[in-house]
Each structure stands twice: as structure tokens, then as C-alpha cells.
């Protein structure tokens, strides 16, 4: 007597894993915070990094880049304190869909800066993976996401 077997219709954890592609996160340095330190520090933990440099040219003018960073899916990184309070940029923002993380204290260091950004990396992923554009959210000191009110 034959008898067949029934296969298991579940997956397999490593068939199951395949399935599930991890989001490719780009971040976005804007050129006020400068061209190496933060971009260099976030590629050597991994991450994939561009710069107005690199996507845009230099004197790129802050609805250039938004419209950029939101066309193309990418987590900026701006220092810019008063970029949640020019209509021209909030305009941008809104209908770019742009994911913008700024810092706190426009007053860092390169260094104080790229190593706030390391600290906080996955905590940007993370965010970014769970809320969807716009938003502008502060990056503290102390590494903390603070997401603001886009006026």
C-alpha cells in the first residue's frame, strides 16, 4: 500500500526569511552639516550615506533637497533649527512626503555630530520604518527622537 505523505504547508524559517527583505534605509546629510565627519562616521557603521554633494550640488536650496530626499525615500539629517518653521521648506516637506531627522543644538561639533548620529541610527530606521512621511523629528544630545509639529 502506497501511502503518500502530507507536506507541511508552513514555511520554513529560512523560506520565511527570505520573504521578509529588510527596507533599504539611504540617509541624507544636508550641507550645513558638512561633507565627512557624520557622512563618514555613518558609513563606518554601515550605513548607507549620501550628500547634497553627491545627489544634488553644493548651494542646493532646502526645498531642492527635500523634494529630493522625498521622491527617492531617503532619511535626511539636517542641522537646520528652523527648517519646521519656513513655509517654503514646510510646503516641501508636506508634499514630498519627507522624512527629516534634525538636531536639537545647531551648535555641534562635526565630531559631537557624528557620533549622536551613530548612537542613533537604528533608532532612525526604526522610526522611519514605523511612521510615514512627513514628519521632522529632533535628534537630542543624549540620542533621544523627539518628533515635532510641522507647523
Do not use: C
Not at 541624507?28 to 550615506?49: C, Q, S, T
Amino acid at each position: 500500500m502506497n501511502v503518500k505523505r502530507k507536506r507541511s504547508r508552513k514555511r520554513s524559517a529560512a523560506s520565511s526569511k527570505q520573504l521578509k527583505k529588510a527596507k533599504e534605509h539611504i540617509f541624507f546629510i544636508d550641507e550645513a552639516i558638512g561633507k565627512h565627519a557624520v557622512p563618514d562616521a555613518l558609513r563606518k557603521a554601515g550605513a548607507k550615506v549620501e550628500t547634497v554633494h553627491d545627489a544634488l550640488h553644493s548651494g542646493a536650496l532646502d526645498e531642492e533637497w527635500i523634494e529630493y530626499v522625498g521622491r527617492n525615500n531617503r532619511l535626511a539629517i539636517t542641522k537646520d533649527k528652523r527648517i519646521r518653521h519656513r513655509q517654503i521648506e514646510i510646503q516641501a516637506i508636506k508634499k514630498y512626503k519627507a522624512k527629516v531627522f534634525r538636531y536639537t543644538s545647531g551648535n555641534l561639533s562635526g565630531k559631537d555630530m557624528a557620533d549622536i548620529a551613530v548612537k542613533t541610527i537604528d533608532k532612525m530606521k526604526k522610526y522611519a520604518d514605523n511612521h510615514n512621511g512627513p514628519f521632522i523629528v529632533s535628534i537630542t544630545k543624549g540620542g533621544a527622537l523627539n518628533p515635532l509639529k510641522i507647523e
